[in-house]
């Protein structure tokens, strides 16, 4: 079975600062899909950043970006510029290519503050 | 598009009794995910509908639990003889599932339990 580990359970950034979000995750599959979800304070989660571990280039969304190293099995979170509505949890999710339904195998979280 | 919807948002009931959960989900997507998530952790599987079908179910999901998809549209999860364990967020989720690379998972806003 999969695991996902992140190590880091809160995170302090400064507004406008970077601040980077460590995962790892543990398979024996070869072809994957790896995830950050966004959790805002009594809100629901949303998609930050997909990883497809066929491609090597790592995936990038506007202000957020990820480090993707597959041998070493770490899918690491940088966000730049950071902002007050970045305040979050932050959670790293696998998803297998292989089992039926697409289901997500999530870590416990990063809770990000943002400081002004 | 209203996006996933989940009734209802709290819900608070004595041990014992049987609760159920409502989720709407966007409304071309044929799959929808059941997870739960309590304090501190991430959302864990519960189970997954491909249209009515009911094609996966964690082993998580205790004989008290019961899950319906019947027209593939909205689901219902019945929690029977709540015990104080199944205090969490119940989340829904539902994507458009084509075997592609491109479906996203989009979750709702979740059912906080509170069982006492």
């Known amino acids: 079975a999969q695991t996902v580990t992140q190590s880091q359970p809160e995170m302090s950034v400064q507004e406008a600062e970077t601040v980077t979000l460590s995962c790892t995750y543990d398979?024996?599959?070869?072809?994957?899909?790896l995830f950050w979800y966004k959790q805002p304070p009594s809100r629901q989660m949303i998609l930050v950043i997909r990883q497809e571990a066929y491609k090597q280039q790592n995936a990038t969304e506007n202000r957020f970006s990820v480090n993707f190293q597959k041998a070493a099995k770490s899918f690491s979170l940088k966000i730049s510029d950071s902002q007050l509505g970045d305040a979050a949890m932050y959670f790293c999710?696998?998803?297998?290519?292989?089992?039926?339904?697409?289901?997500?195998?999530f870590g416990t979280g990063t809770r990000l503050a943002v400081r002004p | 598009d209203t996006g996933v919807s989940q009734d209802p948002r709290h819900k608070i009931t004595k041990r014992g009794q049987n609760v159920t959960f409502r989720c709407d989900p966007i409304?071309?997507?044929?799959?929808l995910y059941w997870y739960r998530q309590t304090l501190g952790q991430g959302p864990e599987f519960l189970t997954y509908?491909?249209?009515?079908?009911?094609?996966?179910k964690s082993r998580l999901l205790s004989d008290r639990f019961s899950a319906e998809r019947p027209k593939g549209s909205f689901s219902t999860l019945e929690i029977q003889r709540t015990e104080q364990g199944d205090s969490a967020m119940y989340l829904c989720?539902?994507?458009?599932?084509?075997?592609?690379?491109?479906?996203?998972?989009?979750f709702g806003p979740g059912t906080r339990l509170l069982v006492l």
């Open positions: 999710a696998y998803r297998s290519v292989k089992s039926s339904g697409d289901k997500l195998t």
């Open positions: 509908f491909q249209n009515e079908a009911q094609l996966e």
């Open positions: 409304s071309e997507h044929n799959r």
């Open positions: 398979t024996s599959e070869s072809d994957y899909y």
């Open positions: 989720a539902s994507s458009l599932g084509s075997g592609g690379h491109q479906e996203t998972q989009y």
